[in-house]
């Protein structure tokens, strides 16, 4: 199955995708911590009209996160002709998860926008980066189109899409250096106000003289 749909990628890429209509999605926090889990959507949201029974898609992601896990949800989870969604292995050194796909039975398609699958990441450091779905091997078909019957096989009918990233920060869980010095000369400060008698550099009201 990975080979005939890695030799539709070459078909559907010689072809050419003319407007994006269908849109893969990328759902995760802006902002984050070193430290955390997070939780990132992939969702498919229909275009017009469009028919879909499949896709296949690779997502790449900052060296800041870690990938710990994939969990298939939405339409594809409940009614996969191939028994759930498949992809290659999760290497949480990598930064790709390759080979995502799944589909449906021949006589079923999508009845709407629905999430394909969420993945859990452990954010391992700081920085800014994306995570995307991989326009060029990406691919989203409906029902396989028997036309061409000198082959013996029909090849499915590539429906036309666009990608939707997610942009995100990880940050320090620590205050910077910087900051620890600030808070340590305002502590400071604190305390010695609270050393001082009580009154001292009181102005005293003067006595006059008679």
């Known amino acids: 199955m990975k080979f005939f749909l890695k030799a539709f990628v070459l078909t559907l890429c010689a072809a050419g995708v003319a407007s994006a209509a269908s849109v893969f999605t990328v759902a995760a926090p802006s902002s984050v911590t070193a430290g955390s889990t997070i939780n990132v959507d992939v969702a498919l949201t229909l275009g017009s009209g469009d028919v879909v029974q499949g896709y296949q898609i690779d997502l790449d992601f900052p060296s800041f996160l870690s990938a710990q896990s994939l969990t298939e ?9 191939i028994g759930g969604i498949s992809f290659d292995t999760i290497d949480p050194t990598a930064i790709s998860i390759t080979t995502i796909y799944d589909q449906l039975d021949a006589a079923d398609q999508l009845p709407g926008d629905t999430v394909l699958f969420t993945i859990d990441f452990l954010v391992t450091g700081t920085g800014t980066g994306t995570i995307s779905v991989n326009p060029v091997t ?4 409906g029902p396989l189109d028997m036309n061409p019957a000198a082959s013996g096989f029909g ?3 590539p429906v036309d899409f666009s990608v939707s990233d997610a942009m995100l920060t990880a940050s320090s869980s620590t205050p910077e250096p910087a900051s620890w010095l600030l808070f340590a000369g ?3 400060l604190f305390a010695g106000h609270c050393q001082r008698p009580f009154g ?3 102005l005293k009201p003067s006595r006059s003289k008679r």
Not at 73 to 81: D, H, I, L, M
Not at 138 to 141: G, S
């Open 186 to 188: 305002a502590l400071t």
């Open 200 to 202: 001292a550099g009181m």
């Open 155 to 157: 090849l499915p009918t």
């Open 73 to 81: 949800s939405g339409y594809f989870a409940t009614n996969s002709v």
């Open 138 to 141: 990406a691919l989203l078909y």
